[in-house]
């Protein structure tokens, strides 16, 4: 063999040795970061299960509040029944005085009950 042909197979030796490394390197790189974003990864995982554990914990209050909301609501409308059935029977000033502040609760208490929900959802 001729200095000529073992110095173009060191050559190519060469080439390859490096080339060799190159891969190495990428696959290292690569490596590295599928390790990078594996992490990354399970940490947004992590943040998804916390957010929908809070968004379940917050559907879950807002449907107790419904139902407390339509048993307020049952409850108000049964008074106000009861009160119209009242206006009807009035006899004299006292029962009509009478009559007047138990509606004047009732709106109070209805108008109360409105402004505690409107803080409510404001603090959620």
Known sequence: ???EQVNEIQAEGSKLIKAKRNIEGLHQ???NRHEFYSKELNE???EVAELEK?????QQSVRMIEQEN????????DRVDNLKSKKDNLQDDDERSNYKKEVEELRNEI???IS???KNLKKK
């Open 1 to 3: 063999m001729s200095q």
């Open 29 to 31: 790189i690569a490596s």
């Open 44 to 46: 947004l995982k992590e």
């Open 54 to 58: 809070s968004v379940n914990v917050q």
């Open 70 to 77: 339509e048993t307020r609501l049952i409850f108000y409308r």
């Open 111 to 113: 108008e109360h009950h």
């Open 116 to 118: 505690e929900q409107r």
